[in-house]
């Protein structure tokens, strides 16, 4: 059971509108012109897709050159009109969310869902206490026609298209994604919620998602991804922009269980102010190559970035993850912890960036990446790199690679476990710092996941 | 075997490679201090079962000195030891990168690999960049890296101060204190002493 994949279901393609397959100028017009969008958005998209074809793809990283991007549709709307209600959705995009327990999750913890089925976001309820609050929390399409002047200020401030080819692909196509608006001094207290899925076989996801916390508010918003299985490549591609102004806290949660011909190819950054806090929780599993790399620019005195992330790569995957750190004013601080998990052949790789310019004094960051290779096939790459041009910094980095302790197994097969079971103890328990972070139902879903994928194994 | 190498740099750009057979041990103390430019490339491959290696390197950065240092160790025999560790300590406007890599090949179970790279910045207008890379593609191995960057450590200094120590001379206490915890790991006194003599020389 190499393939043992939860969620391996689809549903017939039963869309509205489809773009023609490739990406021209024709295309990204079309999207725009679709969506309505203001003159701005649109030369913004088109000025984006000049500079995707300028870009070279990146040579670092893993292999992306069995990407076609000829072969892939770059817009695909699902229903034509949105709905708040969950009665009105149609009754096979509720179906796939009944069985990956959206609704029962709602109840339980959410206070908004925002359920993302191919490149719109289809469903929606937002708690009204929210509402009252002023907190927006909308799809990026929505976000961008009832709050134009927000989203023209903030969009593509923290990653400009300019940033790396995939970027640039985004901010040229990109469809669906969460908007969100804290007003200044609001404690969102529950998480916000919003799940992705790809749905269609050759289909590109490009989500964009912008959040704007103001002075001295937190939220905590949550993303989680699990993927059908396809028979030709997918390419998900997404950008996360975040501003975290004075005292500010924010914390952005995901979970990706992409099936394992998905390249997820994600641009995530934090602007943050002074004494804001900026928190990226991210747990990386599936997929045949995932390049991510979370930021904090810390552009404020006594701003802090923390940076937790978990990987796990079975048989042919690649998993080039990590984390980016960059110190611009004085006593900012930074904390990256990364977990990765190897096995069956599977590759994960940390590539970070720790960077402090002059006159960031008393910076403070430290670093620590733990890998866990199960066997001889597997292989662990720790790429971490530091710049440091100012004196009066304190600069860490450590990280180590090693195997499940023979010790360990032994202890508690001794005990009557057996080793299949205990082997999973043990990895569950080597993650379990990070875990222990995430929002209970993501917790749990995570260490089962863990479970099935090292089960897997012994068959 | 069993060998000792002392190299102090004089050139401005070197390309070193060691080979270690089976069971040979090699300890490599690589200095550069003689305020220059110096780009410097070392590969030590064990390619015998029980081959290990200790790598020392002791960088001190001066005036506007550009210095590098790229070390790559290469386990590709199993049950094989390499240790390394570089520290530098940079004056004025001098520039250190330290790039190195430690690679386990496939078939070298049960090596023992360490790789730490230590800075000491003596001025704000000194720079690093340290790039300690691991590329591990076999599961039973132990292999660990760090590094470290900061300035001196205040505390140090005001108790050095509390016992009438000057604040310069607290400080090459220190700088002292800083490459010795590498020098100790030689077990040549003689040696030892050579090494100091180097390093006191620029100082």
Redesign the interface.
């Known amino acids: 059971m190499q393939n043992t994949y939860k969620y391996n279901f689809r549903k017939p393609e039963n869309y509205v509108f489809k773009s023609k397959i490739g990406l021209d100028q024709g295309v990204v017009e079309n999207i725009s012109a679709r969506k309505n969008e203001l003159p701005w958005m649109r030369q913004f998209r088109l000025r984006a897709l000049r500079q995707f074809y300028r870009k070279p793809l990146p040579e670092w990283g893993g292999d992306l050159n069995p990407i076609n991007f000829d072969n892939i549709f770059y817009y695909i709307s699902p229903t034509d009109k949105k709905v708040s209600r969950w009665e009105d959705l149609p009754e096979e995009i509720r179906d796939t969310y009944d069985r990956i327990g959206i609704p029962e999750a709602e109840k339980k913890f959410l206070s908004g869902v925002s359920a993302q089925y191919e490149s719109e976001v289809v469903y929606k309820s937002i708690n009204a206490a929210l509402q009252k609050k002023g907190v927006v929390f909308l799809d990026m399409d929505s976000g961008l026609r009832e709050y134009p002047q927000i989203v023209k200020q903030y969009f593509g401030s923290v990653i400009p298209p300019g940033d790396n080819k995939f970027a640039a692909l985004n901010s040229s196509v990109w469809s669906g994604g969460s908007f969100v608006y804290v007003p200044v001094g609001v404690h969102v207290d529950l998480p916000l919620q919003a799940y992705f899925r790809i749905n269609a076989a050759n289909m590109g996801q490009f989500e964009r998602t912008l959040i704007i916390a103001e002075e001295g508010s937190f939220i905590h918003y949550v993303e989680g991804c699990t993927a059908p299985m396809y028979t030709t490549d997918s390419l998900h591609s997404a950008v996360v922009e975040i501003i975290v102004k004075k005292g500010a806290r924010v914390r952005y949660t995901t979970i990706q269980n992409w099936s394992n011909n998905v390249y997820n190819l994600v641009t995530k950054r934090a602007r943050v102010e002074e004494e804001g806090v900026m928190e990226w929780v991210d747990g990386n599993l599936g997929s045949k190559l995932t390049m991510k790399y979370p930021s904090v620019y810390l552009l404020g005195r006594k701003a802090r970035g923390e940076i937790l992330s978990i990987a796990y790569a079975g048989a042919g995957q690649h998993q080039d993850v990590g984390a980016k750190a960059v110190h611009l004013a004085p006593e900012t601080t930074s904390r990256i912890i990364s977990k990765s998990i190897s096995r069956g052949g599977g590759r994960t790789s940390y590539r970070g960036l720790v960077q402090v310019y002059p006159g960031a004094t008393k910076s403070k960051s430290k670093v620590v990446c733990d890998a866990l290779l199960l066997d001889e096939a597997s292989r662990s790459d720790t790429y971490p790199t530091m710049k440091i041009d100012e004196q009066d910094v304190t600069i860490e980095h450590e990280a180590t690679v090693s195997k499940i302790g023979d010790e360990q197994l032994f202890y508690l097969q001794s005990r009557g476990i057996g080793k299949t079971q205990a082997e999973s103890m043990i990895v569950n328990g080597f993650i379990e710092p990070i875990v222990k972070e995430l929002p209970l139902e993501y917790a749990v879903e995570l260490n089962r996941l863990i479970q099935l994928q090292m089960e897997g194994s012994v068959g | 075997m069993k060998s000792l190498i002392i190299h102090e740099t004089k050139k401005e750009k070197e390309s070193l490679e060691y080979i270690l057979k089976k069971n040979s041990q090699l300890t490599l103390v690589l200095v550069v201090s003689k305020a220059i430019d110096a780009d410097i490339h070392v590969v030590v491959r064990l390619t015998g079962r029980g081959a290990s290696v200790n790598v020392i390197g002791l960088v001190i950065g001066r005036g506007d000195n550009k210095i590098t240092i790229h070390t790559e160790q290469i386990h590709e025999a199993p049950e094989t030891t390499s240790n390394l560790l570089v520290k530098a300590v940079l004056f004025d406007e001098a520039e250190f990168a330290y790039g190195g890599i430690i690679r386990i090949e496939?078939n070298a179970?049960k090596s023992d690999a360490y790789q730490k790279n230590e800075?000491l910045?003596?001025?704000?207008?000194?720079?690093?960049?340290?790039?300690?890379?691991?590329?591990?593609?076999?599961?039973?191995?132990?292999?660990?890296?760090?590094?470290?960057?900061?300035?001196l450590n205040e505390d140090q200094l005001w108790y050095l101060a509390s016992r009438g120590i000057a604040r310069s001379v607290a400080a090459q206490l220190l700088v002292d204190g800083f490459f010795e915890s590498a020098i100790a790991k030689i077990s040549d006194t003689i040696s030892k002493e050579k090494i100091r003599r180097i390093l006191w020389e620029t100082m």
């Open positions: 496939k179970q800075n910045l003596l001025s704000g207008d000194a720079h690093v960049r340290s790039d300690p890379a691991l590329e591990i593609l076999t599961n039973d191995v132990r292999c660990t890296h760090g590094s470290t960057t900061g300035k």
